[in-house]
T-cell receptor
Framework: AQKITQTQPGMFVQEKEAVTLDCTYD???????LFWYKQPSSGEMIFLIY??????QNATEGRYSLNFQKARKSANLVISASQLGDSAMYFC???????????FGKGTRLHILP | DAGVTQSPTHLIKTRGQQVTLRCSPI?????VSWYQQVLGQGPQFIFQ???????GRGNFPDRFSARQFPNYSSELNVNALLLGDSALYLC???????????FGPGTRLTVT
């Protein structure tokens, strides 16, 4: 079974609208962490946000927030007020236990339309 | 502060050759991880090093090896290159005391 599932291969969103990118995960380890990364066409993987499994509050970083629903094993990324520069590939990823190995999903390609 | 640096940016090699990729982590970060990203896929974990010791290894053949130096920079070596080794190789620098990982720009390897 896949550890990280991103069901949206591609999305088209109008500029200035909010965007939700879906991510579900599978783990039996009580300690884990969830990441979101942005990868523009240049190839660099840009860290956006991190949520630990024991964190009480949903993580937020500027226009990015992580909607963490532990019981549903869901960790959706919300981008508020989308911009043209948000067009990129977005990866959800997870680490398990106390290690640093990250398992990535297959990604969602986001297109922001002017 | 400077981010993660990787060299070279691009590389073209022939099947059977050997390649060495280099990574310098963010200042103060003592751990690095290496990932392989084949076109159209998410990155796959290859190795993690902390304080010069291997802390984790992914499902890659023994042709892949790595090491970390006293200044925390790292090298990834791949021997006997195959066409399937063509990929973007990413190095991640792990913030000490945290799980946050910051990636470098990658080295794009093409094997012909």
């Amino acid at each position: 079974a896949q550890k990280i599932t991103q069901t949206q291969p591609g999305m088209f969103v109008q500029e200035k609208e909010a965007v939700t990118l879906d991510c579900t995960y599978d783990t039996s380890d009580p300690s884990y962490g969830l990441f979101w990364y942005k990868q523009p066409s240049s190839g660099e993987m840009i860290f956006l946000i991190y949520q630990g499994s024991y964190d009480q509050q949903n993580a937020t970083e500027g226009r990015y927030s992580l909607n963490f629903q532990k019981a549903r094993k869901s960790a959706n990324l919300v981008i508020s007020a989308s911009q043209l520069g948000d067009s990129a590939m977005y990866f959800c990823a997870m680490r398990e236990g106390y290690g640093d190995k990250i398992i990535f999903g297959k990604g969602t390609r986001l297109h922001i339309l002017p | 502060d400077a981010g993660v640096t990787q060299s070279p940016t691009h590389l073209i090699k022939t099947r059977g050759q050997q390649v060495t990729l280099r990574c310098s982590p963010i200042s103060g970060h003592k751990s690095v991880s290496w990932y392989q990203q084949v076109l159209g896929q998410g990155p796959q974990f290859i190795f993690q090093y902390y304080e010069k010791e291997e802390r984790g290894r992914g499902n890659f053949p023994d042709r892949f090896s790595a090491r970390q130096f006293p200044n925390y920079s790292s090298e990834l070596n791949v021997n006997a290159l195959l066409l399937g080794d063509s990929a973007l190789y990413l190095c991640a620098s792990i913030k000490t005391g945290s799980y946050e990982q910051y990636f470098g720009p990658g080295t794009r390897l093409t094997v012909t």
